[in-house]
């Protein structure tokens, strides 16, 4: 069982069982929706709890993606592709220990120019 939340706690969740390795999200979009490139770990929904659910604003970033933060403190926490069966949960708001590691960057043709990528991971342009 991992655990999280949002910065002030108004939002929380659990998912049951471990994790699968994150990916780091370079794009466009996440780099303004977190502030910086976003990490993000896929997960089943079914396996996910979602507590203060009624904290949690929607906004709609494209037609087959919204994204999901605290209505309270603003902090980003869900990446939700629709039509699909899974989510994405900011890495960042979980409690440590995750007992994962980073995998691969992924959308790196938008990247930020303040930064490198040097740590040896997949790079994936889109």
Known sequence: MHKGSCLCGAVSFEVAGDLPAP????CSQCRK??????????VPRDVVTVHGEGNVTWYQSSQKVRRGFCTTCGSSLFWDPVF???TAIAMGAF????RTALAMHIFVADKGDYYDITDGLPQNLQ
């Open 23 to 26: 990916s780091a999200c370079h």
């Open 33 to 42: 929706h977190s502030g910086h490139f976003e990490v993000s770990v896929d």
């Open 84 to 86: 699909k069966d899974w």
């Open 95 to 98: 409690d440590t220990p995750t």
